[in-house]
């Protein structure tokens, strides 16, 4: 029972971006330096301070995981965790705690970079395949020029949309092109933040910002400002930043969007729907997961701030 269990994890991990280029002898190696465990609602996976020698694979539950600027983190089932830690090897970016009583497969970094228990080969695709995901994570948190931007193509930061509000097939205005980019800007405030570019296409091509028909740049900007203020509200306003960018001698309406510290509805009608990015797409949560993310996400980072600023008080 046990080693079908371990099999079907093995199976869930060959499917990772990090570990699926694998054969199926170095995932047995990868599960010899692996071992499961269990953690209650509110215990701590690791802590800023603890020396980074494992990463994390989750297999059921959630996490999140504290910044030192405040700034938070989310991981549910299929994640891994810790492998910024692993690589540096001499730091953690954050302490990870459980929202959830979650299980995952703790993964020693320390034995994944030794020779007796893993292939150097195996070890260099997996490495390979963790420096991209931190190279995505900083490009995510620094400024990347929007042609570069454009050339890695969507991913869980960076959507793109044709249009701000005109219809390419109907050459009319169109409220659901509208709704779609406050859609996709609401899910990154209520996330990790990101970057959303009005003018390339679904393939990544700049096609320009002509078939929207403003007058100028300054009206355009202004709309999507009366966008926002409207379905989201003017108190996010300070969490997005907008800049009209030439690529291919084409214009882009970047958009930049910071991590909220407070929900982001997005009015629809007479409806608000919350929303998040699930890896590049945005979904929509119903009302009881919703009020669980909004928990875990605004209110206990408000209660760590609140609790850092007593403590800085005190000192």
């Known amino acids: 029972m046990q080693q079908n269990f371990r ?9 990772h971006p990090v570990f699926c280029s694998l054969e199926e002898w170095e995932l047995e190696s990868i599960n010899s330096i692996s071992e499961q465990m269990h953690f209650k609602e509110g215990e701590i996976l690791f802590d800023i301070d603890q020396m ?9 539950g959630s ?12 991981y549910s089932t299929g994640d891994i965790v810790g492998e910024i830690g692993v690589i540096s090897g001499d730091f953690r970016a954050g302490t990870v705690t459980a929202t959830t009583d979650a299980t995952v497969m703790r993964i020693c970094g320390t034995r994944l970079f030794s020779e007796e228990f893993v292939s150097p080969s195996t070890a260099l695709k ?15 948190t620094f400024h990347v020029s929007t042609k570069e931007l454009i050339d890695e193509g969507e991913n869980d930061h960076v959507e793109f949309k044709s ?46 910002l002509d078939a929207d028909r403003f007058e100028n740049n300054d009206k355009m900007l202004l709309h999507l400002s009366s966008m926002i203020k409207r379905e989201i ?34 009015q629809e009608g007479n409806q ?39 403590a800085g008080q005190q000192s």
């Open 7 to 15: 099999m079907e994890i093995l199976a869930r991990i060959a499917q």
């Open 272 to 310: 608000e729907h919350f929303y998040i990015r699930t890896g590049p797409s945005t979904t929509s949560l119903p009302v009881s997961k919703a009020h669980q993310y909004i928990i875990d996400r605004f209110a206990l980072q408000q209660e760590d701030k609140e609790r850092a600023g007593r």
């Open 126 to 140: 997996v490495v390979r395949a963790l420096s991209k995901r931190i190279t995505h994570f900083l490009r995510s």
């Open 233 to 266: 509200g003017s108190l996010h306003l300070k969490y997005i930043h907008s800049s009209i960018e030439t690529v291919s001698e084409k214009a882009i309406l970047r958009i930049d969007i910071n991590p909220a510290d407070r929900p982001a509805f997005c």
């Open 63 to 74: 996490f999140i995981l504290h910044f030192p600027n405040n700034d938070i983190a989310h």
């Open 163 to 208: 249009t701000l509000r005109y219809n390419l097939f109907t050459g009319k205005k169109d409220k659901d092109i509208e709704h779609a980019v406050l859609k996709t800007i609401s899910a990154m405030l209520n996330s990790n933040g990101g970057m959303l570019l009005v003018g390339v296409d679904d393939d990544g091509k700049p096609i320009g």
């Open 52 to 60: 980074p020698n494992f990463m994390f694979f989750v297999e059921a």
